[in-house]
């Protein structure tokens, strides 16, 4: 069923472990998302960037992809359709009247006064109609930028002021993280994740899950982390499959055999993450 994430990140908070958010490029990777999710017994969410949902044919086109796959497959297990890093309140208007049940406003390179108006305008179109927010405090960076270059870590009384001026239901702290592949050892600030969750109780989302070391990431749970943000992980292990399928069988061409050859390989590494995150099965018992 489609919801928005408030009651899954909710008791992911109360029963200390986590949600994965695993983002979509295609309808194959929504199927793969889903069925595997399905078979894991836990809410996932599907986290959808602008640049994917211009790729995929707009807001819209993803709502009905994600609507109708759900009907096919018989999927009964709660899905979040989620807004990845909206650059701007407009985007966030767009996917939710598109019928998008979260969205995350991203205005972290902005004054954190400015931060707040813009965050607090999205909330304030957002909660009447049923569809929760998640916003950035810091600067999580890319790949490009290394493990700590680009990365402008959170402060806490920062974060504290920004979610009792905004009403946010979710907030994603800079601490360390980045997105993209890692050029060295992730460095996350705990002691400071912790501090966070303590002061604004609130569940803590962490992006650029792709990469971060098993422990690191169960650690980050028991500091507040209720929500994981998953893709370039997926991309890696789809890519995989394809490349063998293509340098075993040179004469193959049907793009469905072909995108179909990353299958076994995305849903083997999305279920390891399930497992590790700790929501494997967490339905069963609702």
Known sequence: ???????????????KYAIAQFNINNLEWTRFILEECQVCQTPVILGVSEGAAKYMGGYKTVVGM???????????????????????YESCVDAIDAGFTSVMIDASKETLE???????????????????????IGHVGGSEDGVVGGILYAEVEDCVTYVNATGIDFLAPALGSVHGPYHGDPVLAFDRMEEIKEKTNLPLVLHGGSGIYDEQIRKAISCGIAKLNI???????????????????????????????????????????VELLGSMGVLEHI
């Not at 931060?115 to 999205?122: F, G, H, Q, T």
């Open 1 to 15: 069923m489609l919801e928005n994430m408030e009651k899954m990140l909710t008791r992911a908070k109360e029963g």
């Open 66 to 88: 994600v609507k109708n796959l759900m009907e096919y497959l018989k999927i009964t297990i709660p899905v979040a359709i989620h807004l990845d890093h909206a650059s701007s």
């Open 114 to 136: 400015k931060n707040i108006e813009i965050s607090k305008r999205v909330v304030e179109y957002a909660h009447p109609k049923g569809v929760t927010v998640e916003g950035e």
């Open 231 to 273: 893709n370039t992980e997926l991309q890696q292990a789809w890519t995989k499959g394809v490349r063998e399928k293509l340098a075993s069988d040179t004469e193959v061409y049907d793009p469905r055999k072909v995108i179909k050859a990353g299958e076994e390989n995305m849903k083997k590494a999305v279920h390891e993450k």
